[in-house]
């Protein structure tokens, strides 16, 4: 390579620029501590007004760290790289970066939050909605586990009648936050008569059975939300295919396909999909889409720039799936309604 040779140039920013390119053909070529070693030397001799290097150098720094392990260096970069965003642009780099750190540390709510805030920024782009998708997608095995150690095992099936009396029970808690047991009552003595006994023992075993049907309920509500992200990624899709020519267009194509055959998976109704897919596209426009692709990168300040993203996953699925979910959860609070009249 051109840049291994000794240019004996006196010009700094010219011999920093090499070091930055002998480090970037060290990361392709997965020499990821090499890489580090150039990255590391060239921030110590970097002046102080050269953002837009220094801004690089941060990121490669970042995932050299990844690959070699060390996730909370990389985290502090890229806080610090968020922190000193000043337009779209950075920040979009800053977060695919924590995209990239949360999925290695296989965090999948802090990797789904990251697509989110993606998201935010970019509402029309495609392929982060599929790999929101998938992200949902993987949180299933981790619901179902728990759904399995529950002391109930309810069967349940993706029908629209089954979904409207699961998401009943729906409410803020997260699944994975939900208690494996519950606190004991006072009304539970040892003293208590045969009769007490026997009633307390059938209001446990209510107040278990509906929180087997709460974990249900939220791995179903989890693949709503996938099967929504993949409706909403087909349908961007198939806006921009009759734009796209060669490997591009193979690639939409064939995405479309995958997530058709996913669809077939869920087991929705076709007039369950049809409601989805309605509440998805309600803002994909063509002419809107255009001035999306075309929009002119926004320079503002840091508090404002965060103002543009969402700051919560709440506050991304209201938006994104709240109409959806109401179409079978009317009674948002029921479930809990039902465990202090049992209590």
């Known amino acids: 390579m051109w840049f291994y040779e ?3 140039s006196s010009d700094e920013v010219e ?5 930055k390119f002998k480090g970037d053909l060290a990361y392709r070529r ?3 501590q090499k890489a580090l070693q150039e990255y590391l030397s060239i921030s110590e001799k970097l002046p102080s007004t050269n953002f837009a290097m220094k801004r690089d150098v941060q990121e490669g720094q970042a995932r050299c760290l990844v690959h070699l392990g060390r ?3 990389a985290l502090e970069i890229a806080a610090n790289l968020e922190n000193k965003a000043t337009n779209t642009d950075h920040l979009t780099t800053v977060l695919y970066l924590q995209f990239a750190i949360c999925s290695s540390l296989q965090n999948l709510e802090k990797t789904i939050l ?3 805030k993606l998201i935010s920024l970019h509402p029309f782009d495609p392929w982060n909605w599929g790999k929101l998708a998938e992200a949902y997608l993987s949180l299933g095995p981790a619901l179902s586990t728990l759904c399995a150690s529950s002391q109930k095992q309810n069967s349940f099936t993706s029908s629209d009648k089954t979904i409207k009396s699961s998401f009943t029970h729906s409410g803020k808690d997260c699944l994975l936050c939900f208690p494996e047991t519950l606190p004991e009552s006072p009304v539970f003595s040892v003293e208590a008569s045969s009769s007490n006994n026997q ?3 059938k209001a446990m075993k209510n107040i278990q059975n509906c929180v087997a049907e709460k974990r249900e309920a939220v791995l179903l509500e989890t693949q709503m939300k996938a099967c929504a992200s993949f409706i909403r990624t087909r349908l961007l899709l198939q806006l921009t295919q009759s734009q796209q020519t060669s490997f591009a267009l193979e690639r939409n194509l064939r995405t479309q396909q995958e997530i ?3 669809m077939k998976e869920f087991g929705f109704k076709e007039d369950t999909l049809l409601l989805i897919a309605e509440v998805m596209g309600e803002d994909i426009v063509p002419e809107k889409i255009k001035d999306e692709v075309h929009t002119e990168v926004k320079c503002v300040g840091p508090t404002a720039l965060t103002a543009l993203v969402i700051a919560s996953s709440k506050e991304f699925e209201d938006k994104w799936f709240r109409k959806i979910k109401d179409h079978f959860c009317p009674f948002e609070n029921q479930f809990h309604t039902e465990i202090q009249i049992l209590v």
């Open 6 to 8: 000794e240019t004996g």
């Open 15 to 19: 011999a920093l620029t090499l070091k």
């Open 30 to 32: 997965q020499e990821y």
């Open 71 to 73: 996730h909370t260096e």
């Open 114 to 116: 990251c697509l989110q």
């Open 199 to 201: 009633k307390n023992e």
């Open 260 to 262: 058709a055959d996913k």
